[in-house]
């Protein structure tokens, strides 16, 4: 999974959505796929994420991500979020795994 950071966000949902098709066909259901990233947290207090946040907003035009936003990071590139482990630096390991595809009814072939 590649995290991209930009002003449009359609491009970065369909350079992810890419990315993911490949990582998908090439992973099995059970592996796990992560990234190092800050994660703002919720609230008004202090936190360097938040500083590191307005400074991709001035210097780059991207943005730090919540929580929130990393779960729908990874359902958009069909993946679950299953943890987010902080580390002792600024950056945590967010964690997710394929989301399980379910049968439609009609795509059980019938065996003679």
């Known amino acids: 999974m590649v995290v991209e950071y930009g002003t449009q966000a359609s491009t970065c949902d369909r350079i992810r959505i890419t990315d993911s098709s490949a990582a ?5 259901r059970t592996s796990q796929q992560g990234y190092l990233e800050r994660v703002v947290p919720h ?14 907003l001035v210097m780059l035009g991207g943005q730090e991500r919540t929580e929130r936003e ?29 989301k399980a595809r379910m049968l439609q009814p009609n795509s059980i072939e019938e065996h003679p």
């Open 43 to 56: 609230g008004n207090d202090p936190a360097e994420a938040k500083l590191f946040d307005i400074n991709m």
């Open 70 to 98: 990393h779960c729908r990071l990874f359902e958009t590139a069909g993946f679950d979020l299953t943890r987010i482990i902080p580390t002792r630096s600024p950056l945590s390991l967010i964690e997710g795994t394929p």
């Open 24 to 28: 998908k066909s090439s992973t099995k």
